[in-house]
């Protein structure tokens, strides 16, 4: 799974870096979690946490069958 994850965040990372940001990939759970850090302009955004629940993990559970959540940490 940690492969395919990290192949589908590489389709998120170009648009997230036009704007200044970035994701990299932390941990991936056998119960489905993806831990993932922001950085970059993502860190501090306020609108983060909604790139991260409506971009990030929306693409991952539509990617990668066993995704229940992506959280940052």
Known sequence: MKENVEN???KI????????GD???VEVNE???IKVKL??????CP??????K???????KEEVPGVKEVIAV
């Not at 990372?13 to 036009?18: C, E, G, T």
């Not at 609108?47 to 991260?52: C, D, G, R, V, Y």
């Open 8 to 10: 589908a965040l590489k």
């Open 13 to 20: 990372k170009p648009s997230l870096q036009a704007d200044g």
């Open 23 to 25: 994701v990299e990939l």
């Open 31 to 33: 119960d489905g979690v």
């Open 39 to 44: 950085t970059g302009a993502c860190s501090g």
């Open 47 to 52: 609108m983060s946490q909604m790139t991260l």
């Open 54 to 60: 409506m971009g990030i993990e929306k693409m991952l």
